[in-house]
């Protein structure tokens, strides 16, 4: 039975950024793309009003597609908070743990937020959205697209940036991977390695060249990652890599 790697997508983006993977992954992995409601197919559906809400419907997808095989989380930037916050709402409600967690593009639940950009400005968010990095460049160059894209961005971000971390009763029992871009001023002056709180295996903290978004840059060395990881047990608990 194929491991389902299920994918969330970062703040303002659609699960559809993880299909090209798709010829990358090993065979014994099955892509699961997790779509958010706002975008992409769900577009016509209502925004999230709290991180506790997305939670709740994001486990009422996931239902239909635990069938007993093995799971993992990927998620990115604001994805890899939703990934840890979903693994331990699958463990409550449905008695079922990851094998394991990517996260990717971001500090740890517990770290002090630094730069908060839901309250800014149209133009002044755009600049920030612009200097990350990331974004179709005719996204910004469309009035229509930059309508659409601006509203749903800019209530990811608050979900993001009003989520108020607590603590948990116990440990996600998987390994997790660190993945980060060696540039990225978005995790910038954060210990990543602290990710290792919220696991009780492994816990391996891998640098890629490049930004913020540097998963669409080096889109092979990443799914080359997650092959080996789910693939190829870890016995170390804690390491640091550069790809």
């Given at each position: 039975m ?63 597609h ?26 409550r ?80 029992h ?70």
């Open positions: 194929k491991c389902k790697l299920f994918c969330l997508p970062y703040a303002g983006g659609s699960a559809t950024i993880y299909t090209r993977w798709k010829r990358h992954l090993h065979d014994d992995i099955e892509l699961q793309p997790i779509e958010l409601a706002g975008r992409g197919r769900r577009l016509s559906e209502p925004h999230y009003g709290s991180m506790d809400e997305m939670i709740e419907d994001l486990c009422r997808c996931l239902d239909k635990l069938d007993g095989s093995d799971f993992a989380f990927f998620g990115h930037s604001m994805g890899a908070l939703v990934a840890y916050e979903l693994a331990h709402a699958v463990k409600s449905m008695a079922r743990e990851p094998v394991h967690l990517f996260v990717s593009g971001t500090y740890p639940p517990h770290a002090q937020k630094t730069n908060v950009l839901h309250t800014l400005s149209d133009a002044r968010l755009q600049q920030e959205i612009m200097r990350l990095g990331g974004t179709e460049e005719e996204v910004f160059e469309r009035e229509e697209l930059l309508r659409l894209f601006l509203p749903v961005l800019r209530r990811d971000l608050q979900l993001v940036e009003t989520y108020r971390f607590e603590d948990k009763p116990d440990l996600i998987c390994d997790i991977s660190v993945l980060n871009g060696k540039e990225d001023t978005a995790t910038e002056g954060f210990d990543l390695s602290e990710w290792s709180r919220y696991g009780s295996r492994a816990c391996h903290t891998y640098e890629f060249a490049g930004g913020h978004f540097f998963i669409n840059e080096h889109t092979v060395q990443v799914v080359s990652l997650i092959n080996a990881a789910l693939r190829i047990p870890v016995l170390q608990m804690s390491t640091k890599k550069e790809l």
